[in-house]
Each structure stands twice: as structure tokens, then as C-alpha cells.
């Protein structure tokens, strides 16, 4: 007899046989509720009413999926609670709200000082995606109607002055600026947690700005300050260490969550 479940985006999937059925279970976080049916069938049921099912939702249970990652105790159950239930360190979103664009991008401005844990693609890309709109917003506001404050608030005469034409540009400039400079804190933060959710460390963050520095140490070599050949080609070469760290990073925030939990906690997407 063939099976088949809703997923969390109630879509039909299968046929699956009875044991490739137990293995879902454990492997992409059906809970005991989850609606299943026979092939060709026309009701749907729960799936603890399925005889032979009990034992293998009684295992997944009691198993453990990872780790706390600030408190380390063990996680069990069917499918990564929001909050830790031993110290309440909120871990992820609601089941239902894990695939809301705007949910993720909130819960990424709520965790903007925490590094600890993992976030998954649809948590990173919902961040990039409302912080590029609002800072878009923001900035086209700032640019349109900065000037006209400044002139409404110091008169046109101030702006006679070169330096004060100036300075003027230099705090449209800041101002403009300033929404990016206030994102940059929550992006490295969901950053560095897209990187755990890989099971790579967050030092690559880190790396990666220190690294854009790298071509600049071709002004130490004698050889290279005498000649401009000799310097260009340094230049060019050491330029490839920033390239090469940044490539790493992005591509990381393309590959999809490793499963189960690592050193970083448990997944909220495959908890095993």
C-alpha cells in the first residue's frame, strides 16, 4: 500500500511505501497530526491513526535533534520548539510562520545582536530583500528632501561659502548613508548564523573585511615600489585573497541547510 502527506505548505507528497513513510518521519519533521492518505484514497487522516505508525513516531520523539546553543541541552521531539524549552533562548520562528518572508526578516531585526544558532536561506534572503527595500525608500526620501531642509533651516545665504556647500554635501552624504550603516549590524549577525546553518564558522565574516586589506601589503614589497610592473602584477595577485574569501561567503548563503544539528544547534528546517 502506497502513502501520501501533506507538507508544511499542504502540497501532496508520495507515493511512499509503509517504510519509506516511517522514514519521512523521522527525516522531514512529520509530526503526529500530519495529514496522510492512500493512494487513490479520498480521506485524509491524521498520521498516528495509521496502524504501525506509533512506534516510529514514539522513537522520532524521544530522540534528540541537537543541542541548545546557549544553554547545551538536548532538544527532542518532532520538530525544533521556537524557544528552547530548558532556558527559553528563542531559536527559531513558529512552525507555521517559518515561511513568511516578513516574519524572517523581523526576526532577523529581533536577533541583530545574536550570533549564537542558525538561520536558514529564507530567513538570510528575507533580510537582504526588505533592508535593500528600505534602504532604497529611505535613501530616495533623505536625497529628495535633505536639501530642502537644510536650505528651510539655515537660509540660502549660508550657502555662499564653498566650505559650507561642502559640509552640507558631506551631511547629505552621512544621511543618506545612515540606513545602510544601521542594517549592517542585523546583516552580519543573520550572516554569521547562515554560515552555521551550513556548519561553517561565522569567522568567515570577519575574514572576509580584513581580507579586502590584503592588496594593499604589495606596498610593503621594495621591489614592487620601484617598479610599476612589478607592483601591478602583487596588486592583481593578492587582490585574489578577498575574491576568493568573498566567493566562499556568498555561495554559503546559496547552499541549503546541512541537516540535523551541529555544534551551532539544531536545525529548524531538517532537525535530523
Known amino acids: 500500500m502506497s502513502y501520501y502527506y501533506l507538507n508544511r505548505n499542504r502540497q501532496p507528497v508520495g507515493p511512499l511505501t509503509e ?10 519533521a512529520l509530526v503526529p497530526d500530519t495529514m496522510v492518505t492512500t493512494e487513490g484514497g479520498k480521506k485524509w487522516v491524521c498520521l498516528n491513526t495509521l496502524p504501525g505508525m506509533d512506534d516510529a513516531l514514539a522513537a522520532v520523539e524521544g530522540s534528540t535533534m541537537g543541542v541548545c546553543p546557549r544553554c547545551g541541552e538536548e532538544i527532542t521531539g518532532f520538530c525544533m520548539p521556537p524557544r528552547c524549552p530548558h532556558c527559553g533562548f528563542e531559536m527559531a520562528l513558529p512552525f507555521n510562520e517559518r515561511d513568511m518572508l516578513w516574519k524572517n526578516f523581523v ?10 544558532g542558525r538561520a536558514t536561506r529564507t530567513e538570510y534572503w528575507s533580510f537582504v530583500l526588505f533592508s535593500g527595500i528600505i534602504q532604497m525608500l529611505i535613501q530616495t526620501i533623505v536625497s529628495m528632501l535633505a536639501p530642502l531642509i537644510f536650505l528651510c533651516c539655515v537660509g540660502e545665504e549660508w550657502l555662499d561659502s564653498e566650505e559650507k556647500q ?4 558631506i551631511a547629505i552624504i552621512l544621511m543618506v548613508m545612515l ?4 542594517m549592517m549590524v542585523p546583516y552580519i549577525s543573520v550572516s554569521v548564523r547562515r554560515l552555521h546553518d551550513i556548519g561553517a564558522s561565522g569567522w568567515w565574516i570577519p575574514a572576509g573585511f580584513v581580507s579586502l586589506g590584503t592588496p594593499l601589503l604589495s606596498l610593503l614589497i621594495p621591489e614592487a615600489l620601484d617598479n610599476e610592473k612589478i607592483f601591478i602584477v602583487n596588486y592583481a595577485l593578492l587582490s585574489l585573497v578577498p575574491i576568493g574569501v568573498w566567493c566562499r561567503i556568498v555561495i554559503s548563503h546559496f547552499q541549503d541547510t546541512r541537516r540535523g544539528g551541529n555544534k551551532y544547534g539544531p536545525s529548524s528546517k531538517y532537525p535530523r
Open 19 to 28: 517504510d519509506e513513510l516511517k522514514v519521512a518521519i523521522r527525516t522531514e
Open 166 to 169: 561642502i559640509a552640507m554635501g
Open 107 to 116: 526576526f532577523s531585526l529581533k536577533k541583530s545582536l545574536c550570533l549564537r
Open 179 to 182: 540606513p545602510a550603516l544601521l
